[in-house]
């Protein structure tokens, strides 16, 4: 299934509006929603999410300086096993927020991010869901009820979908300033014109 | 000789007075803690006992507990049948021999349990060690396991370690990668103060659990092509190299482990992770024997971004850290963080995630904060797990990674006709009797412990949950049974008593707040009982149901917000604490608030106990004295009955200890009109509720003593 084609779509909004201090953390809201005339089985963030196991949620951030480096300092080095209520049906329409309620987990990525410097930063999520092979789906620990999880993982769409790109303005703490201004390097193209 | 206990088929076992640890014998003596082997007949017992020694403390900290596995022969071979705990065991330290006794709690049945009866209550383990000087090689132990009146099995069973478990650890390495160095805890700087200096390294760190490895010596360095062209390591290669080079490797349960220091995991440059237990069923979710190796990435490690750059004993500590961490796990043992512990200090935290896990502050690094605080050591549970837990949930190759199925179940309540028909019965129940208690009430109940037989039993008095003798277990509206922790535990010496028969024993115990917070949140039914086992008796309660109300108002709703904080907690758990400025506060506006509900009387109670006393704050460095014309004023609402009701809003047990300090300070106060009419009410309200006449006598005498003062 192609992205174009995607049942899901994932939205990622700030609770903080378009700008904040460079000093408070991000408040970052995710829903994803289902799109299609069908009901959709999704799986939410889990302990590994990051990387080391699917779904994975993976977060790309890009600053006024370039492409933000996003490794936690220390990778997880297991991930629990996927459990039948880690499942969420999504019926047409509905969306749910998958880093609340059951075992999920905030992304880690954007939990723990801080903006370096202040400035104008672009926040993207990428929702993967791609891995065909239950084993990279499934976490180390024991599943406690394998038949029943792999049925449900069947039933979820091989697919990968990018959210919206979300702009933030980190401004100085102090001045109030966003810094640096015009001719920033990785400033995006738009903002570019407009100072020109 | 003097002793001894009284385990027998009839009920009754607690040993005499005087069978409580703690009684020393002067003498040096061996230590008696570690494993110990024997054999009945096809029957193969490995025994742990992790006792408290009343000589100098030994490498580990003690658990207090005795646990052990059993085998049976089968061919040539022994085949693992079961494994059992005795939690607060009963130690006599005699001048000749130590007699421990206990009851047993199975992780699986021992035994198939005749009809009528249920396993875990009817084993009774005694063990008995003649005392031996330090000089001589320590004696055997004869160890009894009384089948409740059937038969006993006898072990003659040798001290063969110290330790509980032996593992034996192999290590090897890839080329250009280094092994552990040991190091010095004073050789870091960022430690806690008070930390001794010792050395460290994956044996020591082990050991001081009370795990001893074995570290083979015969380490191979082989090249980093076995993990393939990337030269990054999958699950799958680790456990091809594991395979290829474990020499004591066999794919079956072994206490037998191998450790591996790769270069980096397949997720570099992603993921920065250091170390991994590749042994588990996401690389093969039908390995029928798993955790049996760990790996660490040495590579990964010494990049300057993870701890190349780092003093040089703070890379070995870290390197230590994940080498234990990593075997940690190939023993069962999860994350701190993923038992929603995350500011354990174990070896088992993320020292960058501590205190939060996942919930994690932006750009937050804890690493700082953790080695500050860390002992180097892992915390209770995990040390009772490693000791004690059923062999496959630990043993390498045993059951999968997480698999922690076989802990010890919740017991069940027991049926009224158990009660009836036990020589000693255990009964919750609430006094006044009442099923309903309003939203926010802080839930208290009543033990009862009955002797029902025709003899006096000694039994040890502690019947409070602080003791360690007793566990509730409340079931909660969804049905998620969990059990209740308090917020302190009480060590020391036991206490026992004689309950002549027919006797019976009461407590009142707080159960609205304890170690996991707030019990009863939730409106709904819940069912609450108790079990209690020391000396060879293993008593379980009937199950006393309740029911929470829900808020009957919008106002009742807020009295959560200025109720459920932990500071307000605290000071109902300890019914008073004048140094939580801020619990004493927010109940202070739930009683203006809320005058008339049962909280506001029990707050009143909380606040005059406090009153009454003197309270030595430490931190501030001032005492503050008693205040008991404010106590009688707080004591006085507390004891009053809310409006429309025909009782107390406290229990009996509760409301007859606020009565007898009202009492005295009504008569230091010197008012003694006001001391013998609230004795007087009470008789009357005692008299009504039918509580023990023995009580109601002693309440009349006090007041009789009164008037007869004031006549003369």
Redesign the interface.
């Known amino acids: 299934m192609g992205m174009e084609e995607s049942p899901l779509k994932i939205e990622l909004s700030s609770g903080k509006g378009p700008r904040q201090s460079v000093d408070e953390p991000l408040e970052l809201s995710v829903r994803i929603t289902n799109v299609s005339d069908r009901p959709v089985w999704v799986v939410g963030v889990l302990p590994g999410s990051e990387g080391l196991r699917y779904p994975q949620y993976r977060a790309e951030i890009e600053g006024p300086s370039g492409p933000v480096e996003l490794r936690l300092p220390e990778g997880l080095d297991y991930a629990r096993g996927l459990q039948p209520e880690d499942f969420v049906r999504l019926a047409p329409g509905e969306s749910f927020d998958p880093q609340r309620g059951k075992g999920f987990i905030p992304i880690q990525q954007l939990a723990w991010f801080k903006a370096p410097e202040p400035g104008r930063y672009r926040l993207r999520l990428r929702f993967d869901a791609t891995a065909e092979d239950p084993r990279r789906w499934l976490g180390q620990t024991l599943v406690r009820d394998r038949g029943r999880v792999e049925a449900l993982l069947k039933q979820v769409p091989k697919i990968a979908v990018q959210s919206n790109t979300l702009e933030i303005e980190f401004l100085d703490r102090e001045t109030g300033a966003l810094l640096p201004r015009s001719g920033a390097v990785g400033a995006d193209e738009e903002e570019r014109g407009r100072g020109d | 000789m003097d002793e001894i206990l009284s385990d027998t088929p009839s009920g009754g076992g607690f040993p005499c007075p005087g069978n409580q640890e703690g009684q020393t014998a002067r003498q040096a003596r061996q230590p008696i803690s570690g494993t110990y082997v024997g054999q009945h007949g096809s029957r193969r017992l490995e025994l742990r006992i992790d006792l408290r020694e009343p000589d100098p403390p030994g490498p580990y900290v003690p658990l207090n507990l005795i646990s052990g596995d059993l085998f049976q022969e089968v061919g040539n071979e022994w085949e693992y049948r079961s494994s059992f705990l005795v939690e607060h065991p009963y130690v006599h330290w005699g001048t000749d021999r130590v007699i421990i006794t206990g009851t047993m709690s199975s992780f699986r049945p021992l035994e198939p349990a005749p009809a009528g009866h249920e396993t875990a209550s009817r084993q009774v383990l005694r063990i008995t060690i003649p005392v031996s000087p330090p000089q001589e090689p320590p004696a055997p132990a004869m160890v009894e396991i009384l089948h409740w009146g059937t038969y006993r099995s006898t072990f003659l069973c040798d001290r063969v370690s110290a330790f509980f478990r032996t593992i034996e650890l192999e290590i090897d390495r890839i080329t250009g990668t280094e092994l552990p160095r040991p190091f010095n805890t004073q050789a870091v700087a960022t430690r806690p103060a008070d930390l001794p200096a010792f050395d460290l390294d994956i044996v020591r760190a082990y050991q001081r659990a009370g795990v001893d490895l074995h570290l083979l010596s015969d380490e191979e360095v082989f090249a980093p092509a076995e993990a393939g062209s990337d030269l990054t390591w999958t699950e799958d290669e680790l456990h091809n190299a594991m395979q290829h080079h474990f020499s004591l490797w066999r794919d079956e349960p072994q206490w037998k482990l191998y450790l591996l220091i790769a270069t980096h995991?397949w997720?570099y440059?992603?993921?920065?992770?250091?170390?991994?237990?590749y042994d588990?069923?996401?690389?093969d979710?039908d390995d029928p024997y798993p955790r049996q190796g760990a790996a660490v990435f040495y590579s990964t490690m010494k990049l300057a971004?993870?701890w190349g750059n780092l003093p040089p004993a703070e890379f070995d500590r870290n390197f230590l850290r994940t080498c234990v961490?990593?075997l940690g796990?190939a023993l069962n043992l999860?994350?701190s963080f993923?038992k929603d512990q995350p500011a354990s200090l174990s070896w088992m935290n993320?020292p960058?995630r501590y205190p939060y896990g996942?919930?994690?502050?932006?750009?937050?690094?804890g690493?700082q904060q953790f080695w500050r605080n860390c002992r180097f050591e892992f915390d209770l549970e995990e040390l009772r797990h490693l000791r004690h837990h059923a062999l496959l949930e630990v043993i390498p190759g045993g059951?999968?990674?997480?698999?922690l199925g076989h802990d010890l179940p919740a017991p069940a309540p027991a049926s009224l006709q158990q009660l009836a028909q036990a020589p000693l019965a255990l009964y919750v129940r609430t006094r006044p009797e009442r099923y309903l208690f309003q939203f926010a009430e802080p839930v208290t109940v009543e033990l009862k412990l009955k002797n029902q037989s025709q003899s006096p039993v000694i039994v040890p008095n502690m019947l409070n949950p602080e003791c360690g003798l007793l566990q509730l277990y409340l079931r909660d509206p969804r049905g998620q049974v969990r059990l209740y922790r308090p917020l302190f535990k009480l060590c020391g010496q036991g206490q026992t008593t004689e309950l002549p028969a027919g006797e019976k024993l009461y407590a009142s115990v707080f159960l609205a707040y304890g170690a996991d917070g707030f019990y009863f949140q939730e409106p709904g039914e819940y069912q609450i009982w108790a079990v209690y086992g020391a000396g060879g008796v293993r008593l379980r309660s009937n199950a006393l149901r309740i029911r929470v109300a829900f808020p009957q108002t919008a106002g009742e709703e807020e009295m959560a917000l200025w109720t459920f904080g932990p500071d307000q907690g605290h000071v109902l758990y300890m019914q008073g604490a004048p140094h939580l400025d801020k619990g004493n506060e927010q109940l202070r506006e739930v009683v203006e608030r809320f005058p008339d509900t049962n909280l506001a009387r029990y707050i009143h109670l909380c606040f005059g106990y406090s009153q009454a006393h003197q309270f030595k704050d430490l931190v501030a460095g001032r005492v503050r004295p008693a205040q008991p014309e404010a106590a009688i004023q707080e004591l006085e609402q507390a004891v009053s009955f809310p409006p429309r009701a025909r009782q107390s809003a406290l229990d009996n047990i509760t409301h007859g200890g606020a009565v007898d300090l009202l009492y005295e300070l009504y008569c230091q106060a010197d008012q003694p009109m006001r001391a013998r009419s609230l004795l007087t009410e009470t008789v009357r309200y005692f008299k009504r509720l039918e509580v023990r006449p023995e009580v109601i006598a002693e309440l009349r005498d006090r007041a009789k003593a009164i008037e007869v003062g004031e006549s003369r």
């Open positions: 995991f997720l440059p992603q993921s920065l992770v250091t170390g991994i237990m588990s069923q996401s690389r979710p971004e993870v961490h990593e796990h999860l994350h993923d993320y960058w996942y919930n994690l502050p932006p750009g937050w690094d690493t059951a999968a990674f997480g698999a």
